[in-house]
């Protein structure tokens, strides 16, 4: 690239005096936003041919701009681009290089668009994108809970409140309320990506554009469902990063969620699952250590990804409209949050479905804790005892049982029925773990899939 190219010439008429070079860099962003070539170059491509259309490019700068447009992208893909701080942004870097490939058609496409616009494209074109990566990610990871869930159907094991036993349930129930909160998470970015789906380009600086330009002719090249409705807010308007980095942030938590439940579980003193050796690691000095390293560091990346949300909306609170040089720090955080979700999606869909239950524990654990206590009351409710007589009635049975070191399942029905009269031989089935789980077939319930 020319010296000339690699000064700022496309503002630099206005200053009396060249930017400080500390200035220079402190304020290029370069550095991190040449991720968004492809996207850069993808909305120049379509802002040249809706510019041919109104006529300000002939057919043949077109072609020469689109053909420069496709040299440079192979350049960048090859390592050959020579980037410069000094231009500031992939928009200048890109646009210096065209002109000095194909001289003054390159200085042409700018016509009838402003960096404010285009980055507001860019952004939104990049991180569309990297949405539908995302939903990927997500439906694989649901498809992997679903077959597992569907393996683990009969795996009875305990059902926490407090993290304390609360009612039998299967491991497969289980699996399937995280797959829950995986289905409300795609439902979030299809939103957020629905919404965000619109076209700033041809907003210009903030106030549009005197050239006869075709705003709908863009948006569709681009495969946007339609042009924004504001100048102002298009260039100015972050909204869809903050939503993005919110709905990120609700995948970590649960992801999180998950994480801590693993970590629970893999410990000698639950004792619930084997993870895959391949995603776990030992220690430097403790040889019989089997650390479950993906899950805890999954559930250390949520903090990161929280941190962006609050960055991106700290980052807007305070900015009068329209563009303000405030929004070049919306790009390190997005693209970090991006980054992190994805991976920890991944990390998640490939270790899942290699989970193995140990059914047998979850099985002691279960009987451990009065976990048909719940059942048993409902046994009595149905025999016409209030609910509330019926509570009392089981606690007491409770308490016996911790002085006998008995769980209700053990104990015999002359046992059962010093608490209650009602209380008849068949009641065993009530209080059985296969029992308490199989009946509750309802809606949403544990034997609804059993």
Same mark, same amino acid.
């Given at each position: 690239?020319?010296?000339?190219? %690699?000064?700022?010439?496309?503002? +630099?008429?206005?200053?009396?005096?060249?930017?400080?070079?500390?200035?220079?860099?402190?304020?290029?962003?370069?550095?991190?936003?040449?991720?968004?070539?492809?996207?850069?170059?993808?909305?120049? %491509? =379509?802002?040249?041919?809706?510019?041919?259309?109104?006529?300000?490019?002939?057919? #043949?700068?077109?072609?020469?701009?689109?053909?420069?447009?496709?040299? *440079?992208?192979?350049?960048?893909?090859?390592?050959?681009?020579?980037?410069?701080? =000094?231009? !500031?942004?992939?928009?200048?870097?890109?646009?210096?290089?065209?002109?000095?490939?194909? /001289?003054?058609?390159?200085? $042409?496409?700018?016509?009838?668009?402003?960096?404010?616009?285009?980055?507001?494209?860019?952004? @939104?074109?990049?991180?569309?994108?990297?949405?539908?990566?995302?939903?990927?990610?997500? +439906?694989?990871?649901?498809? /992997?809970?679903? #077959?597992?869930?569907?393996?683990?159907?009969?795996?009875?094991?305990?059902?926490?409140?407090?993290?304390?036993?609360?009612?039998?349930?299967?491991?497969?129930?289980?699996?399937?309320?995280?797959?829950?909160?995986?289905?409300?998470?795609?439902?979030?970015?299809?939103?957020?990506?629905?919404?965000?789906?619109?076209?700033?380009?041809?907003?210009?600086?903030?106030? +549009?554009?005197?050239?006869?330009?075709?705003?709908?002719?863009?948006?569709?090249?681009?495969?946007?469902?339609?042009?924004?409705?504001?100048?102002?807010?298009?260039?100015?308007?972050?909204?869809?990063?903050? #939503?993005?980095?919110?709905?990120?942030?609700? *995948?970590?938590?649960?992801?999180? @969620?998950?994480?801590?439940?693993?970590?629970?579980?893999?410990?000698?003193?639950?004792?619930?699952?084997?993870?895959?050796? @391949?995603?776990?690691?030992?220690?430097?000095?403790?040889?019989?250590? %089997?650390?479950?390293?993906?899950?805890?560091?999954?559930?250390?990346?949520?903090?990161?990804?929280? /941190?962006?949300?609050?960055?991106?909306?700290?980052?807007?609170?305070?900015?009068?409209?329209?563009?303000?040089?405030?929004?070049?720090?919306?790009?390190?955080?997005?693209?970090?949050?991006?980054?992190?979700?994805?991976?920890?999606?991944?990390?998640?869909?490939?270790?899942?479905?290699?989970? $193995?239950? %140990?059914?047998?524990?979850? @099985?002691?654990?279960?009987?451990? +804790?009065? =976990?048909?206590?719940?059942?048993?009351?409902?046994?009595?409710?149905?025999?016409?005892?209030?609910?509330?007589?019926?509570? !009392?009635?089981?606690?007491?049975?409770?308490?016996?049982?911790?002085?006998?070191?008995?769980?209700?399942?053990?104990?015999?029905?002359?046992?059962?029925?010093?608490?209650?009269?009602?209380?008849?031989?068949?009641?065993?089935?009530?209080?059985?773990?296969?029992?308490?789980?199989?009946?509750?077939?309802?809606?949403?319930?544990?034997?609804?899939?059993?």
């Amino acid at each position: 690239m020319s010296d000339k190219a %690699k000064s700022n010439q496309q503002w +630099g008429g206005r200053f009396s005096e060249p930017v400080d070079e500390f200035v220079a860099r402190f304020t290029a962003s370069i550095d991190f936003d040449k991720r968004l070539y492809h996207h850069d170059i993808m909305g120049s %491509k =379509a802002h040249a041919r809706m510019l041919n259309k109104a006529d300000i490019l002939t057919a #043949e700068e077109l072609e020469s701009i689109i053909n420069g447009l496709i040299d *440079i992208e192979g350049e960048i893909e090859r390592g050959e681009f020579e980037w410069s701080v =000094a231009l !500031e942004d992939i928009h200048m870097n890109i646009e210096a290089r065209l002109t000095e490939k194909i /001289g003054i058609a390159g200085k $042409k496409l700018h016509t009838g668009r402003s960096r404010n616009d285009q980055v507001a494209t860019d952004i @939104r074109l990049w991180l569309r994108d990297e949405i539908d990566s995302i939903l990927v990610e997500l +439906g694989r990871l649901q498809n /992997g809970l679903a #077959e597992l869930a569907d393996k683990e159907n009969q795996t009875i094991m305990p059902g926490f409140t407090h993290l304390q036993v609360a009612q039998p349930i299967t491991f497969g129930h289980h699996l399937r309320a995280w797959r829950e909160m995986l289905v409300r998470d795609s439902s979030r970015m299809q939103d957020c990506r629905k919404r965000m789906n619109q076209s700033p380009l041809g907003s210009a600086a903030l106030a +549009g554009t005197t050239f006869p330009i075709d705003r709908n002719y863009t948006a569709e090249l681009l495969g946007f469902d339609a042009p924004t409705a504001n100048s102002l807010d298009s260039v100015s308007d972050r909204d869809f990063a903050i #939503e993005f980095c919110s709905a990120s942030a609700l *995948i970590l938590t649960h992801l999180s @969620r998950m994480s801590e439940e693993l970590v629970l579980w893999t410990s000698q003193q639950f004792d619930f699952i084997e993870m895959p050796d @391949r995603f776990c690691t030992g220690s430097s000095i403790m040889p019989q250590k %089997k650390n479950p390293d993906v899950p805890e560091l999954v559930r250390g990346k949520t903090g990161r990804v929280n /941190g962006h949300l609050m960055s991106l909306l700290t980052l807007m609170k305070g900015q009068p409209l329209a563009y303000n040089k405030d929004n070049q720090e919306d790009k390190e955080p997005l693209f970090d949050a991006v980054d992190t979700v994805k991976d920890c999606l991944r990390a998640f869909a490939d270790m899942i479905p290699h989970i $193995k239950s %140990k059914p047998e524990n979850m @099985r002691a654990a279960t009987k451990k +804790g009065f =976990a048909t206590a719940t059942d048993l009351a409902d046994y009595l409710v149905k025999k016409g005892v209030p609910f509330r007589e019926a509570h !009392e009635i089981v606690g007491k049975a409770v308490a016996y049982g911790l002085n006998e070191g008995k769980d209700l399942s053990e104990m015999t029905l002359n046992e059962l029925q010093q608490f209650s009269a009602v209380i008849e031989d068949g009641v065993q089935d009530a209080l059985s773990l296969e029992g308490c789980v199989s009946a509750r077939g309802h809606i949403g319930g544990t034997g609804e899939h059993a």
